[in-house]
Nanobody, 130 residues
Framework: QVLLVESGGGSVQSGGSLRLSCAAS????????MGWFRQAPGKEREGVVI???????SFADSVKGRFSASRDNAKNTLSLEMNGLKPEDTAMYYC????????????????????????WGQGTLVTVSS
């Protein structure tokens, strides 16, 4: 059974930074994709970034240049560094994982757009005030 546990959410003022972390367990190999998705109040879940085991990333246009992601395959962890945060970044952020290749889940695909990954964490709240 796959388990994903997020940490690092909080409140910050506009222009500030936050770092989110996700720890994964239950996969027998590192050949799976991990990603961050978010859901704002009253809105559908949307993709933020997806990263495969080689470190290849695919970001949503709304966060390009502000967010970065990294993955440690040895520790099965995923990090999201968020800089230049805006009030519109306020959302519950979810860590997700999927066994499909990154080509099937990159930004622009229905899987990414709709947040249809195999496994999810419980989420961590990010609040950005103006």
């Amino acid at each position: 059974q796959v388990l994903l546990v997020e940490s690092g959410g909080g409140s910050v003022q506009s222009g500030g930074s936050l770092r989110l972390s996700c720890a994964a367990s239950g996969y027998t190999s590192s050949g799976y994709c991990m990603g961050w998705f978010r859901q704002a109040p009253g809105k559908e879940r949307e993709g933020v970034v997806i990263i495969d085991h080689t470190g290849r990333t695919s970001f949503a246009d709304s966060v390009k240049g502000r967010f970065s992601a990294s993955r440690d395959n040895a520790k099965n962890t995923l990090s999201l560094e968020m800089n230049g945060l805006k009030p519109e970044d306020t959302a519950m952020y979810y860590c997700g994982a999927d066994s499909r290749p990154i080509s099937a889940v990159v930004a622009g695909t229905p899987v990414f757009t709709k947040g249809a990954l195999d496994a999810w964490g419980q989420g961590t709240l990010v609040t950005v005030s103006s």
